[in-house]
């Protein structure tokens, strides 16, 4: 627990330090352009607590730091525009079992996010232009599948996932069509770079597409391969806007690509055994899943194959520092646990109230 803590501290001091640095620096032209800069770091937290209660419960307490950071150097010719989106939290539960740990004894991570984006923009024809993005994703912490209930569960867990394990780099050259305050960027050419580098994870069967070699060994570290480099098409869509109704701010992000490695990867057949032994893909649910892919249609399969990352929050601001919010994040990825007949389908959505200081740009 202290260690959660201490990482919660760090995160919400690191990013009150830059925004203390934006504040105190007035829009400032660097050849003919100016910088606007908003840094949101955030703190958000829930608390419920039962004792004696009739219709029963579980106290609990859960802690989130955030930080989204938007920092936009607009020049006549260009736009370079950066996003800094991280946050970090736990959920605490109360068991009731003073005999494993106490009060508040399970400990689950219920957050856990690093997303890094950098673009730079040239205007061609009225609000088209050409874009080269960066993008990087991972986490901070390792991440666990718990198979157990109650005070058993802290012993069923197992690792599926930790910093730089996955992690993914996008680097995309595509046509923007871009507005103040929304953009949609189409890419043939995108290159996407998934990096294991946990050798457990790997010898346990969970690459995360890193495909691995024929004769990769599970008791051989040396053999393992980990990271993998596929080559694109990628889709973006971003919106940012502030006050859609009086105090409401909305965020909303969709990417999708797809790997024009993945069909000869897949080996799709129609017969399900040859799909099975030819496809450099592992998968844990047996024959029946291979028996569903092979039956899939044309377009099913482009879709199965495609990743997809939508992302949506809103903000409803009660006061200058405190704020309703709600958020969900769907992904759907084939490569995430051996492609499991639900595996590659992932949700997350929470809903609190936060704590927030905003910091923009003061005007000159």
């Not at 391969?225 to 859609?244: E, M, P, Q, R, V």
């Not at 704020?323 to 499991?340: E, P, Q, V, Y």
């Given at each position: 627990m202290k260690k959660t803590f201490t990482l919660l501290a760090v995160l919400v001091a690191v990013a009150s330090t830059a925004t203390a640095q934006d504040a105190t620096k007035p829009q400032s032209p660097i050849l003919g352009g100016t910088w606007t800069t908003s840094s949101k770091p955030a703190l958000t937290i829930n608390?419920?607590?039962?004792?004696?209660?009739?219709s029963s419960g579980n106290s609990q307490i859960a802690a989130t730091a955030s930080f989204f950071g938007n920092y936009k150097y607009t020049h006549s010719r260009f736009v370079w525009d950066n996003i800094v989106d991280l946050a970090y939290g736990y959920a605490w539960q109360d068991l009731d079992n003073d005999t494993i740990g106490g009060r508040f004894e399970s400990r689950r991570k219920n957050v856990d996010k690093i997303d890094i984006t950098s673009s730079l923009s040239f205007k061609a024809f009225k609000d088209w232009g050409?874009?080269?993005?960066?993008?990087?994703?991972?986490?901070?912490?390792?991440?666990?599948?718990?198979?157990?209930?109650?005070?058993?569960?802290?012993?069923?867990?197992?690792?599926?996932?930790?910093?730089?394990?996955?992690?993914y780099l996008t680097t995309a050259l595509s046509f923007e069509h871009k507005r103040d305050n929304w953009s949609v960027s189409l890419s043939f050419l995108t290159g996407k770079t998934t990096f294991v580098t946990n050798d457990i994870l790997i010898a346990d069967g969970r690459y995360y597409g890193?495909?691995?070699?024929?004769?990769?060994?599970?008791?051989?570290?040396?053999?393992?391969?980990?990271?993998?480099?596929?080559?694109?098409?990628?889709?973006?869509?971003?919106?940012?806007?502030?006050?859609?109704?009086?105090?409401?701010?909305?965020?909303?992000?969709?990417?999708?690509?797809?790997?024009?490695?993945?069909p000869s990867n897949m080996a799709w057949s129609n017969d399900p055994v040859v799909m099975s032994n030819d496809?450099?893909?592992t998968?844990?649910?047996?024959?029946?899943?291979?028996?569903?892919?092979?039956e899939m249609s044309w377009v099913q399969r482009r879709w199965f194959e495609t990743d997809v990352d939508f992302e949506l929050k809103l903000d409803y601001r009660l006061s200058s520092h405190i704020?309703?919010?709600?958020?969900?994040?769907?992904?759907?990825?084939?490569?995430?646990?051996?492609?499991?007949?639900?595996?590659?389908w992932q949700i997350y959505q929470m809903a609190g109230v936060q704590i927030f200081f905003d910091f923009k740009t003061p005007r000159s």
């Open positions: 608390e419920q607590f039962y004792n004696n209660w009739s050409a874009n080269f993005t960066a993008n990087f994703k991972s986490q901070f912490d390792n991440g666990y599948e718990y198979t157990g209930f109650g005070p058993s569960a802290e012993d069923s867990k197992t690792l599926v996932s930790g910093f730089m394990s996955p992690a890193v495909i691995q070699p024929n004769n990769f060994d599970p008791s051989d570290p040396s053999t393992f391969d980990h990271a993998y480099f596929a080559l694109g098409s990628y889709i973006k869509l971003f919106y940012l806007k502030k006050d859609i109704l009086p105090k409401l701010d909305l965020y909303a992000r969709a990417e999708f690509f797809y790997d024009y490695k993945k496809s450099k893909y998968l844990s649910t047996g024959t029946d899943t291979w028996q569903r892919l092979s704020a309703a919010n709600f958020s969900m994040n769907l992904k759907h990825d084939t490569d995430f646990s051996g492609m499991g007949a639900w595996g590659h």
